[in-house]
């Protein structure tokens, strides 16, 4: 873990511009828990899994620029190189970005989102187990849930 060791960042997104480039059932996961903390979510992609409400897509593919403006950055389509360029204009720009399917080129993590009780978790891993994030993430929402 002391490897890849993740600062829990609780940061205000509220109106902050937020690029999710991918519309497959992992990018609006993200896009969703980033619009549900108040963030102005774009989601650029061919094509969206479902219809969300409460974001602005735009129904093309990513280009060359988009992140321009951007607070945060997720790349999660299901293309290596176009993740990998996303990846990439991000660091230029100095736009935090989470890739989806490569961990070396996330300079943040996307993290299970627990809340409950009026307290917010995030759960990360060391970037590897990802089904024991899930189950961390499951046990302390259940855990804020419950507390008086
Ligand atoms: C926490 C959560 C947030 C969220 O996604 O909302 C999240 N992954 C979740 C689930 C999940 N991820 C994967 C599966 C299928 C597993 C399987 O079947 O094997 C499932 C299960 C599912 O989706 O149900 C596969 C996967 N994930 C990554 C890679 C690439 C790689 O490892 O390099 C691959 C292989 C892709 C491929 O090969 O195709 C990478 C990342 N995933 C992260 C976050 C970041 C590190 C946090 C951490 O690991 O602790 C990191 C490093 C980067 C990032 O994306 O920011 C969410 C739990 C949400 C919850 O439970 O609430
Ligand atoms: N980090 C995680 O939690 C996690 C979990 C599972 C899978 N993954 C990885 O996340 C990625 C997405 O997974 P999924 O299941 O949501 O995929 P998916 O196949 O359901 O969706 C892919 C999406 O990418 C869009 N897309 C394709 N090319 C594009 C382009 N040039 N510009 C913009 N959008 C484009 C498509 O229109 C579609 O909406 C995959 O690479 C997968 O390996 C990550």
Do not use: W
Not at 126 to 144: E, N, Y
């Amino acid at each position: 873990m002391e490897e890849n060791l993740r600062f829990p960042l609780f940061v205000d997104l509220r109106g902050r511009r937020a690029v999710v480039v991918g519309g497959g059932r992992i990018a609006l996961r993200r896009a969703k828990g980033l619009r549900d903390f108040g963030a102005d979510v774009t989601v650029i992609a061919p094509h969206l899994a479902q219809p969300m409400e409460g974001i602005t897509h735009l129904c093309r593919s990513y280009a060359p620029g988009d992140l321009t403006g951007a607070f945060l950055a997720v790349a999660a389509t299901d293309d290596r190189a176009v993740n990998r360029a996303v990846g990439e204009e991000a660091r230029r720009q100095s736009i935090p970005v989470s890739v989806a399917d490569q961990a070396e080129e996330c300079t943040f993590f996307f993290p299970a989102l627990c809340t409950g009780n009026g307290m917010i978790a995030g759960v990360v891993s060391d970037g590897t187990d990802h089904h024991k994030t899930a189950a961390a993430a499951k046990a302390i929402r259940a855990v804020l849930e419950e507390l008086e």
